[in-house]
């Protein structure tokens, strides 16, 4: 089946650092991908919408100059969580959308970050 | 009141059972429909995916979608240890890749 890698899996770092989320669809070319955040117990709230070769689309309340999103090919997009702090610590998952046909998306494995 | 409701458990059952989970939604246009199951820590893996009403089976799977109920369900037969796990309902509007909308998940606990 189709596989979504996601690095690193787990991340800490000190609060005012800059991380960056790596998100490869392996065996397919996904024009879409999808960023998302989970709090423990919480379902996934969709954070952007990448498009290969243009601006990510936001949802409401989510900072775009926090969270940086590139998505420069069709099998790779980066969230860069930009001067992180306590507060952004949480679990950030990706998906990706086969360019191909009309297939349900298929997610990464997500990352953890702790920001201390 | 959220679009797509999910009882979020936790559902305890001892091995064996069958297990019932379901999701309720509001919008009526949506036409597909995804249940993912999630481990801890992990990310949501795809089980089942249907479109429009009807049933679809995979294995111990049943995934079954009334649309003029707005109600799913995903059945697990002879349910093991290794089913524990949370599972999603989600749903989109016109293409199953596009933006899903997620319940809250349902947490299921199988005990041998």
């Known amino acids: 089946g189709a596989v979504v890698s996601q690095h690193p899996s787990w991340v800490i770092c000190k609060s005012g650092t800059s991380v960056k989320i790596e998100c490869r669809s392996l065996?397919?070319?996904?024009?879409?991908m999808f960023w998302y955040r989970q709090f423990p117990k919480q379902s996934l709230m969709l954070m952007a919408t990448s498009n290969e070769g243009s601006k990510a689309t936001y949802e409401q309340g989510v900072e775009k100059d926090k969270f940086l999103i590139n998505h420069a090919s069709l099998t790779l997009s980066t969230l860069t969580v930009t001067s992180a702090h306590p507060e952004d610590s949480s679990f950030y998952i990706c998906?990706?959308?086969?360019?191909?046909?009309?297939?349900?998306?298929?997610f990464g494995d997500g990352t953890r970050l702790s920001i201390l | 009141q959220k679009e797509v409701e999910q009882d979020p458990g936790p559902l305890s059952v001892p091995e064996g059972a069958i297990v019932s989970l379901n999701c309720t939604y509001s919008n009526s246009a949506f036409q597909y429909f995804m249940w993912y199951r999630q481990y801890s820590r992990k990310g949501p893996e795809l089980l089942m995916y249907t479109y429009s009403s009807g049933n679809k089976e995979d294995g111990r799977f049943t995934a079954q979608v009334d649309k003029s109920s707005k109600y799913i369900s995903l059945f697990i037969r002879d349910s093991q240890p290794s089913d524990s796990a949370t599972y999603l309902c989600a749903m989109s509007l016109y293409n199953a890749g596009n933006m899903l909308t997620f319940g809250g998940g349902t947490r299921l606990m199988v005990k041998p």
């Open positions: 998906s990706a959308r086969d360019v191909t046909g009309d297939q349900p998306q298929h």
């Open positions: 065996d397919f070319q996904a024009t879409t």
